[in-house]
């Protein structure tokens, strides 16, 4: 699975929207982008996932650059129960795994 | 659904101790991954199961760590002897199979200390 990169931390106003940005410069043909989150003593929770088209989904949106290099995942209105850390993962077609990187930990602040 | 169920949510025991962890999958689901999380290494896959059968356990750290998956509903991750190094807090995840539509669900997680 290609590599991410993911900025460490992030800061948002209640009600703004975040914006989280994913490098994936090697991101093969095959391989999906898949976001998920955690928040503080929980599991992981599934967000969204992408090929190449953008994607919309009732908690975020995620875009994808035209060449598959970066994407952004968007929470249009962030609540402070969207403080946790997220995941970028890219992960191909094929495989079942998912692998995490360090996340960015998006901090809302009131 | 109830998602998926770990058991215990804690435990605390002393090196050398042997440590059963439990999962139970969503139903329907055919795949079953253990994962680990800690502070130095973060989140790491150890094993999975299709339809019960292990697939890879490439990420079991050594052969003191065990698991097992006697039927769809119900998975054991064993540690036999624990040392404090295994201290972490142990992931149970299923998905069905669907392609790539296959969204891991994961359950609240087992936060073991070893002393």
């Known amino acids: 699975d290609a590599k991410t990169t993911q900025p460490t931390s992030m800061d948002c106003a209640e009600g703004r929207a975040a914006n989280l940005p994913c490098n994936h410069s090697?991101?093969?043909?095959?391989?999906?982008v898949y976001w998920y989150r955690q928040i503080h003593s929980q599991g992981p929770q599934y967000i969204i996932h992408g090929l190449k088209n953008n994607e919309t989904n009732e908690m975020a949106s995620l875009i994808i650059t035209e060449d598959r290099k970066s994407s952004t995942l968007i929470l249009p209105h962030a609540t402070l129960r969207d403080t946790a850390v997220y995941y970028c993962i890219v992960r191909a077609q094929s495989a079942r795994q998912l692998t995490f990187g360090s996340g960015t930990q998006l901090t809302v602040l009131p | 659904d109830a998602g998926v169920i770990q058991s215990p949510r804690h435990e605390v025991t002393e090196m050398g101790q042997e440590v059963t962890l439990r999962c139970k999958p969503i139903?329907?689901?055919?795949?079953l991954f253990w994962y680990r999380q800690t502070m130095m290494r973060g989140l790491e896959l150890l094993i999975y199961f299709n339809n019960n059968v292990p697939i890879d356990d490439s990420g079991m750290p050594e052969d003191r760590f065990s698991a097992k998956m006697p039927n769809a509903s119900f998975s054991t991750l064993k540690i036999q002897p624990s040392e404090p190094r295994d201290s972490a807090v142990y992931f149970c995840?299923?998905?069905?199979?669907?392609?790539?539509?296959?969204?891991?669900?994961f359950g609240p997680g087992t936060r073991l200390t070893v002393l």
């Open positions: 139903s329907g689901h055919d795949y």
């Open positions: 995840a299923s998905s069905a199979l669907a392609g790539v539509e296959d969204t891991q669900y």
């Open positions: 090697t991101i093969s043909g095959n391989e999906y």
